[in-house]
């Protein structure tokens, strides 16, 4: 199924269809934002029947709201202490639970609900942004959100409602971030981190931010080696679950790959940053996730808090592929971070007890 989705979204885009018959195009290929709609829809489509009719074994977190679902469906109350919750779960994701009841008490009409609030804000920010649509939807599935989005529903949707608010970010509309930031509280409270970055992205680009960026880099991490557990322990606030230290072999790895992914994009764009709002904004968010990296690769609860700020990844990389002249240059660069897609991709489908493989729909 995993290997289905990624054939029919390249089908949809390298597939041109003309009156006569049909053409293959270029996959390295820059267009402007705004075209190929059917082709963006199909991907919707076809990324909200695997998110949505998957079976509830799909997904280590899935069994967990299939259970909190149930309590609501039969009435059963769970009291809770904290803050803007109602029956242990946040007040929009409690809301949400009732308005799918209300149509269904099936679980997996939520689900259904629940692909269509991931995918859509991702479907239209790339439709609207990205200079290359494939290498975007390539980096939402092979980096860890779109499996993601199979276990972490509260946190996947207020990813969506905080994808969206990007959108009002590059539009300068205060109001509507709000709107979108409050709806993505209202399911998942860590969403809150993403507040101040409509404010962070109005700062001026330098050319020394990427001196700061390592600066900070080393900063951060080396303060997290030094106090390691009271971090882990305030991290933890921000989950049900408690973590420990989940030291990795593959962190150098990342590490590195994310570091020099940072350097590469000011080294070929970065004179345009101040006259490309969507490539200045979207290397202070992913250089934001990747300022703590080591913290957040030794404890999950960190690196969920962060997650907000890894999305516009998928804007990033291929608007900054789109501004290499040269085309072979271009697509070495964009190989090189579809080879690490490959990596990361089977390391998150295979490397941990997650249960995302072997797929099942529901009715199997």
């Not at 029919?8 to 269809?17: A, D, H, Q, R």
């Not at 299939?66 to 994701?93: D, K, P």
């Not at 990296?293 to 592929?321: D, G, Q, W």
Request: glycine letters at 4%; one cysteine or more; hydrophobic letters at 55%.
């Amino acid at each position: 199924m995993y290997i289905f989705i990624f054939g029919i979204t390249l089908v949809f885009f390298l597939l041109k269809f003309k009156r006569n018959g049909v053409s293959i195009v270029d996959p390295f290929r820059v267009s402007m934002p705004g075209g190929q709609c059917l082709a963006h829809l199909l991907v919707a489509f076809f990324l909200i029947a695997v998110i949505g009719l998957r079976g509830i074994e799909i997904g280590d977190d899935t069994l967990v709201y299939h259970y909190r679902f149930n309590l609501l469906l039969h009435g059963v109350q769970e009291s809770t202490q904290r803050f803007f919750y109602i029956e242990g779960m946040e007040f929009g994701y409690y809301l949400f639970q009732k308005f799918s009841l209300s149509l269904s008490g099936n679980f997996s009409f939520l689900l259904m609900l629940s692909a269509f609030l991931i995918t859509l804000p991702v479907i239209f920010v790339v439709h609207r942004y990205s200079r290359i649509p494939l290498f975007s939807y390539w980096i939402f599935l092979t980096y860890g959100f779109f499996l993601a989005s199979m276990a972490l529903i509260r946190q996947s949707i207020a990813l969506g409602f905080c994808f969206l608010a990007y959108h009002f970010i590059v539009q300068r509309k205060l109001w509507l971030f709000l709107i979108c930031i409050t709806a993505a509280f209202s399911f998942h409270m860590t969403s809150i981190v993403f507040l101040p970055f409509y404010w962070l992205s109005r700062i001026k680009y330098r050319s020394f931010y990427p001196v700061i960026f390592l600066l900070l880099l080393l900063t951060v991490n080396a303060l997290f080696f030094f106090t390691m557990d009271e971090i882990l322990q305030w991290g933890a606030k921000f989950s049900r679950n408690v973590y420990v230290v989940t030291g990795t072999s593959s962190f150098l790895k990342i590490s590195v790959f994310f570091v020099c992914s940072m350097l590469l994009c000011v080294f070929f764009t970065g004179q345009y940053f101040n006259s490309d709002i969507i490539l200045k904004t979207s290397w202070y968010s992913v250089a934001i996730y990747v300022a703590p990296l080591y913290a957040t690769a030794m404890s999950p609860a960190l690196e969920r808090l962060f997650l907000y700020y890894k999305l516009p990844i998928i804007l990033l990389l291929p608007n900054v592929a789109a501004r290499i002249e040269s085309k072979a240059l271009r697509r070495l660069f964009m190989l090189f971070f579809v080879a690490m897609g490959f990596y990361m991709y089977y390391r998150n489908l295979f490397g941990y007890d997650l249960h995302y493989y072997p797929y099942k729909f529901f009715w199997e």
